[in-house]
């Protein structure tokens, strides 16, 4: 087995037992990426090859800095990294060089990670299409022809592709969790607050999004979980939890199974077969799956998020907009989306607020009675790379660029850790998933059932993709 293809825990052991050099870990990832990224286009501004092997030999000499130490990472291309090109995909950055790390960067990089470039996303990370103009198209590594997700998407192919042992990526409308699903990996999207932002803009009204791990086992997703998470005194709202995964004994555990939220969600055909195919996994171990009917008015939570969404990005895109050279660059979505929310009201807000509230609500007594809620990770199979996005679904008109990713927003607007378990493949031999939704705080509970899943699964494992 190649190094490229070992688990991020397992390369760390070999590391520690001197079984293998961060030398060699190095460059058998950089041989994988110049064998495959030039056909997926995952990983971009990478570095030479000299100075990151420079780097791995200093990390060989030294004694181990931490959770990551010596692994070779590419970071998001949303998160600045010092001295190494960051665009967020806009041209307006195309040329940006940090001069400091963002709180996630700088936890990964003092957890001895050795950072080798950027992976690619969407221009803002807005769209679960990852394209832009600065850096082009990301394919899927199962059929590249098709799109790799987003806006993680550049992280989750190369995650799939054997390119990085483990990845960051964020998410506020299914980032983490569309790409892992198209991509057959899992993304983890935690408990608002576990993951804390950087103390810059809004820190009070901005709970929509968070950072989170994507990994190839949920030992390493803990273990990526581990070093990304822990409060940061500057931001409000944060949270401190352990990480350890022991598989979960599924008997007699209890999932509610939401379907299409009762026929809200325009789903491709296949989808919800493919799903409940994992679902079965959970009954095989012991689980008690239960369909449930909508609990919480679908149009609602889509205009609540909508509405705070659109919000949040005029406040912090604003200066964007109104310049009129920066303005001209910006891709139309990302226009509409600040226009939306300039022209809102603080009694629209209010009323969107209140929605989340009472959603909110209605899911706490859900997990009253749930272990875990189950939805699809996506709605739609990996479409063609040539389009910008889903214009229709069935016959169903998507009145916006991202009505299509609607089946992610109930967990987002909760705030709720929601797990992205690969649900193998279609009959196109595509790959599909599921999310694995919990209570507020209940992170390494989901961790441990998505622990049980994967051990009886291993999707990653069983079908990587193409060499």
């Not at 070992?6 to 064998?35: G, K, N, P, Q, T």
């Not at 030992?219 to 944060?238: K, M, R, T």
Request: glycine share 10%; net charge negative; charged share 20%.
């Amino acid at each position: 087995m190649r190094l490229s293809d070992r688990s991020a825990v397992d390369l760390l052991a070999l590391i520690a037992r001197r079984e293998a050099s961060c030398v060699e870990v190095m460059a058998d990832h950089l041989e994988r990426i110049a064998a495959t990224n030039g056909a997926l286009n995952a990983i971009v501004s990478l570095r030479d090859r000299e100075g990151l092997l420079f780097e791995a030999a200093a990390a060989d000499a030294a004694p181990s800095r931490g959770a990551l130490h010596g692994l070779p990472l590419a970071v998001k291309d949303l998160v600045a990294v010092k001295g190494l090109r960051t665009t967020y995909g806009s041209p307006v950055f195309a040329d940006h060089v940090p001069v400091a790390d963002d709180l996630l960067a700088a936890r990964m990089r003092a957890a001895g990670a050795i950072f080798i470039g950027k992976t690619n996303t969407p221009e803002w990370g807005q769209g679960s299409h990852s394209f832009n103009p600065v850096h082009g198209v990301t394919r899927n590594p199962y059929d590249l022809g098709r799109t790799a997700g987003g806006s993680s998407g550049g992280a989750a192919a190369a995650l799939a592709a054997r390119m990085v042992p483990v990845a960051d990526g964020s998410d506020m409308m299914g980032s983490l969790r569309n790409p892992a699903a198209f991509c057959n990996v899992y993304g983890f999207r935690p408990t608002w607050g576990l993951v804390p932002a950087d103390a810059v803009g809004d820190t009070f009204l901005a709970t929509l999004a968070t950072e989170g791990p994507m990994a190839r086992d949920i030992a390493d997703l803990a273990l990526l979980l581990s070093v990304q998470a822990g409060e940061n005194p500057a931001v409000p709202f944060g949270r401190n939890a352990a990480f350890a995964t022991p598989q979960a004994d599924m008997r007699g555990k209890r999932i509610g199974w939401l379907g299409d939220w009762g026929g809200a969600y325009a789903m491709e055909p296949g989808i919800l077969a493919q799903s409940e195919s994992a679902l079965r996994v959970f009954e095989d171990l012991g689980a008690v799956v239960e369909v449930l009917a909508p609990p919480f008015p679908a149009e609602k939570l889509w205009q609540s998020w909508i509405t705070l969404r659109a919000m949040l990005s005029a406040g912090g895109k604003r200066a964007l907009y109104e310049d009129a050279e920066s303005r001209a660059l910006t891709k139309p979505e990302t226009i509409w989306e600040i226009e939306q929310g300039l022209s809102l009201s603080a009694q629209a807000v209010y009323d969107a607020s209140v929605i989340r509230s009472r959603w909110y609500a209605v899911a706490a007594a859900l997990f009253d009675r749930f272990d875990a809620l189950v939805l699809p990770s996506a709605q739609v199979w990996p479409f063609p790379v040539e389009w910008r996005w889903p214009e229709a679904i069935n016959g169903r008109k998507m009145d916006t660029y991202h009505r299509w990713m609607e089946v992610v927003v109930p967990a987002s607007l909760a705030g709720v850790p929601a797990l992205a378990l690969p649900a193998g493949f279609g009959d196109a031999g595509l790959p599909m998933g599921v999310q694995l939704i919990g209570r507020s705080g209940a992170d390494a509970a989901i961790l441990a059932m998505g622990e049980a899943y994967h051990e009886a699964t291993d999707w990653p494992g069983q079908h990587p993709p193409p060499a």
